[in-house]
Each structure stands twice: as C-alpha cells, then as structure tokens.
C-alpha cells in the first residue's frame, strides 16, 4: 500500500508579522514556489513575502490535512502563535531543513 504524505505548514515573512498557512503533497517543493513567488502581488504569501517555514505537520489522510488547514486559519493569531512555539520555540526559519525527494 502507498504511503501518502501531506503536510499543514505555516510560513512567515522575515519579520515574522505575517503567517501564510497551507496544505500540500510536496513541503520542500512548495516552500520553493513560495520562494519563487517572492514580491508578486497576485499571491498573498507573495505579497507578504512569506517564504520562511516555521511549522509544518505530516498527515497521512488529504481530507483531514485540508480540514486540519481550514481549522487553523480560523484561529487568532495568537493561538496560530502557540501552535508554533510549541513545534519551534524559538521560531527558526526551518527551510534548510525538510529533505528534498
């Protein structure tokens, strides 16, 4: 049987005043297209140049991953805030650190 993976991630601008929260198949590639996106104002991450991975979450099931998305980007900032100090206390930009496939 084929593992499926999906991960919930929040990415942050270098001033960490702006989260960007999103689901996908692929963290090392999607952080990139982030990246790439940089300054673009058709894209709010792009727009707010959030590029910098500060929390991610693996799923196994796509449903629950987009439900898990849709529950966090209705929290208060400050809940989203908690969610990631408890993953990164420290708030480092994780980038160079998901694998590439």
């Known amino acids: 049987m084929r593992q499926h993976n999906y991960f919930v991630y929040i990415v942050t601008n270098s001033t960490k005043s702006t989260l960007y929260i999103g689901v996908t198949n692929d963290l090392s590639i999607r ?16 727009r707010y140049h959030c590029y910098y991975l500060v929390f991610w979450e693996h799923h196994t099931n796509i449903n629950f991953a987009i439900e898990r998305e849709k529950e966090i980007k209705k929290w208060r900032r400050e ?17 160079d650190d998901i694998q590439e496939d």
Do not use: V
């Open 31 to 46: 952080i990139k297209q982030h990246y790439e996106n940089r300054g673009l104002p058709e894209t709010f991450a792009g």
């Open 79 to 95: 809940k989203k805030d908690n969610l990631i100090t408890q993953f990164n206390s420290e708030w480092r930009f994780l980038n």
